[in-house]
């Protein structure tokens, strides 16, 4: 789906910690130390992504200092960051002990310098000396930031002091879940739940792959050392380099939450069908219908994403017809037997995977999104003809986004109706079941066994 980083400000941490957290979290501007190895390549990714709304892929790729490290530091520091991240509310509740007012905004890098020193000391077991020294050398190595030089070293050598007994008496799921995505989910799934889900979205993902060819599950599965899922998915729990698996350069597979690859299968039985893709990239639902035998329309609007699409369908030799257009307003000369539409949401389903999410998202941008996914349904409801089937997913967890905007569609269209989901013929998780009949994932389902993204996904036929 389509998850453009919305370059809002980062929510506040919540409020309840203490006064300083709150104010000591503006990220909004301040200087960080250029990028000389993993740890300051981390920092200056942090800083884009509370600071400006990046994602994680971009504040790294984006850094000419990550590019340039060796492979095993490019991997350290993006374990620093991701690391970070999920524990961004500990580690802020941490450096808050010690901080007795919080930073200007214009200092903000030598907050980003503790954030990242601090998970070294607190989750990585990183040497004292090795974190500390560091941090502080790279305040020093920045004009603004030098006179920080000593509070950088007091405080993380009380947090590398004090290490893990200093997280013992914090609520864990709930401070690193900020306040307004708890607020919003607690009402929905009720607070065990939701702890649930914070506790999952701490995890390491482990990978998932569908395979072009299902019916040679278990042979792909004994090569690659993967677990068959009751999906169709496989899973392998440490999996290294995607790219030097057995099949990746035959395209034999593509990457996919197992989460993800349940939408597309609603359709049913494709075969010989015209079948759109709406928000097609980066392209693992248009393999599926592809490879399930339909003839696909996939469109996106983005050119670098519709880029990522054609690349992705010529290294699985998969052919559809590409269009590069707004899926809004775009209409095709002939009606199509179904439709599926990937909408660009808020992706809190996703944040196990992408751990900047909660962070770089607020309240007021779901409304925003709730509009762009009602005129992409209505538009989807044009493209297909009578008795054809439109499938609606969004990796969010939020009803407004999911529920809601279905109730909203048949209100708007008698033409169409809901269709039930089976979710056991699905393999999916039998609570994935809604009352309405829809279908809806949890990072909290199948945890033990490595989880799943959260998911939504109503099945919706067009009467004839």
Same mark, same amino acid.
């Given at each position: 789906?389509?998850?453009?980083?919305?370059?809002?400000?980062?929510?506040?941490?919540?409020?309840?910690?203490?006064?300083?957290?709150?104010? @000591?979290?503006?990220?909004?501007?301040?200087?960080?130390?250029?990028?000389?190895?993993?740890?300051?390549?981390?920092?200056?990714? &942090?800083?884009?992504?509370?600071?400006?709304?990046?994602?994680?892929?971009?504040?790294?790729?984006?850094?000419?200092?990550?590019?340039?490290?060796? +492979?095993?530091?490019?991997? %350290?520091?993006?374990?620093?960051?991701?690391?970070?991240?999920?524990?961004?509310?500990?580690?802020? #509740?941490?450096?808050?002990? %010690?901080?007795?007012?919080?930073?200007?905004?214009? &200092?903000?890098?030598?907050?980003?310098?503790?954030?990242?020193?601090?998970?070294?000391?607190? %989750?990585?077991?990183?040497?004292?000396?090795?974190?500390?020294?560091?941090?502080?050398?790279?305040?020093?190595?920045?004009?603004?930031?030098?006179?920080?030089?000593?509070?950088?070293?007091?405080?993380?050598?009380?947090?590398?002091?004090?290490?893990? $007994?200093?997280?013992?008496?914090?609520?864990?799921?709930?401070?690193?879940?900020?306040?307004?995505?708890?607020?919003?989910?607690?009402?929905?799934?009720?607070?065990?739940?939701?702890?649930?889900? @914070?506790?999952?979205?701490?995890? !390491?993902?482990?990978?998932?792959?569908?395979?072009? @060819?299902?019916?040679?599950?278990? !042979?792909?599965?004994?090569?690659?050392?993967?677990?068959?899922?009751?999906?169709?998915?496989?899973?392998?729990?440490?999996?290294?380099?995607?790219?030097?698996?057995?099949?990746?350069?035959?395209?034999?597979?593509?990457?996919?939450?197992?989460?993800?690859?349940?939408?597309?299968?609603?359709?049913?039985?494709?075969?010989?069908?015209?079948?759109?893709?709406?928000?097609?990239?980066?392209?693992?639902?248009?393999?599926?219908?592809?490879?399930?035998?339909?003839?696909?329309?996939?469109?996106?609007? @983005?050119? /670098?994403? +519709?880029?990522?699409?054609?690349?992705?369908?010529?290294?699985?030799?998969?052919?559809?017809?590409?269009?590069?257009?707004?899926?809004?307003?775009?209409?095709?000369?002939?009606? #199509?037997?179904?439709?599926?539409?990937?909408?660009?949401?808020?992706?809190?389903?996703?944040?196990?995977?992408?751990?900047?999410?909660?962070?770089?998202?607020?309240?007021?941008?779901?409304?925003?999104?709730?509009?762009?996914?009602?005129?992409?349904?209505? #538009?989807?409801?044009?493209?297909?003809?009578?008795?054809?089937?439109?499938?609606?997913?969004?990796?969010?967890?939020?009803?407004? !986004?999911?529920? !809601?905007?279905?109730?909203?569609?048949?209100?708007?269209?008698?033409?169409?109706?809901?269709?039930?989901?089976?979710?056991?013929? &699905?393999?999916?998780?039998?609570?994935? #079941?809604?009352?309405?009949?829809?279908?809806?994932?949890?990072?909290?389902?199948?945890?033990?066994?490595? /989880?799943?993204?959260?998911?939504?996904?109503?099945?919706?036929?067009?009467? $004839?």
């Amino acid at each position: 789906m389509q998850n453009t980083p919305l370059n809002r400000l980062a929510p506040q941490i919540d409020p309840g910690i203490n006064a300083v957290s709150t104010a @000591s979290n503006d990220t909004t501007t301040g200087p960080v130390p250029a990028a000389a190895d993993a740890r300051s390549a981390a920092v200056i990714a &942090l800083q884009k992504i509370l600071g400006e709304g990046e994602t994680v892929e971009r504040s790294l790729d984006s850094s000419p200092g990550y590019r340039a490290l060796p +492979t095993r530091e490019r991997a %350290f520091a993006r374990l620093l960051l991701l690391t970070s991240l999920r524990r961004l509310g500990e580690i802020n #509740a941490v450096i808050d002990r %010690f901080m007795k007012q919080p930073l200007r905004p214009r &200092l903000a890098g030598a907050r980003h310098v503790m954030q990242i020193g601090a998970c070294q000391l607190l %989750f990585l077991d990183t040497p004292a000396h090795a974190a500390v020294s560091t941090a502080v050398d790279q305040v020093a190595s920045d004009r603004v930031l030098r006179p920080l030089k000593g509070l950088v070293n007091a405080v993380l050598r009380r947090i590398s002091e004090g290490r893990t $007994s200093l997280l013992e008496d914090l609520d864990t799921d709930r401070i690193n879940m900020p306040d307004w995505l708890w607020h919003r989910l607690c009402p929905v799934y009720g607070e065990i739940t939701v702890r649930a889900i @914070s506790a999952a979205n701490r995890r !390491e993902p482990v990978l998932d792959l569908t395979l072009k @060819s299902p019916a040679d599950k278990q !042979e792909w599965a004994n090569r690659l050392g993967a677990a068959c899922l009751t999906s169709g998915s496989l899973r392998l729990e440490k999996a290294g380099r995607v790219e030097e698996l057995p099949g990746f350069a035959d395209g034999a597979w593509w990457v996919q939450d197992a989460a993800s690859a349940l939408p597309a299968r609603l359709l049913g039985d494709v075969t010989d069908c015209l079948v759109i893709d709406l928000c097609a990239a980066p392209g693992g639902k248009s393999a599926q219908l592809i490879a399930a035998g339909a003839r696909v329309t996939a469109v996106e609007r @983005s050119a /670098g994403r +519709t880029r990522r699409l054609r690349e992705n369908l010529r290294r699985l030799s998969l052919d559809a017809k590409i269009v590069k257009a707004d899926a809004a307003t775009w209409r095709p000369k002939i009606l #199509a037997d179904a439709v599926l539409l990937d909408a660009p949401c808020s992706a809190t389903g996703t944040m196990r995977r992408h751990p900047e999410v909660p962070w770089t998202r607020q309240a007021e941008d779901i409304e925003r999104l709730n509009k762009q996914q009602d005129e992409l349904l209505d #538009a989807a409801c044009a493209m297909v003809k009578p008795g054809g089937r439109v499938v609606y997913t969004v990796c969010s967890l939020d009803p407004s !986004e999911g529920e !809601e905007r279905v109730s909203a569609l048949l209100a708007r269209h008698p033409d169409m109706a809901r269709e039930a989901v089976n979710a056991a013929a &699905l393999g999916a998780p039998a609570e994935a #079941a809604t009352a309405d009949g829809d279908l809806r994932t949890l990072p909290c389902y199948w945890a033990d066994t490595g /989880g799943l993204d959260g998911f939504y996904a109503a099945c919706l036929r067009r009467s $004839s």
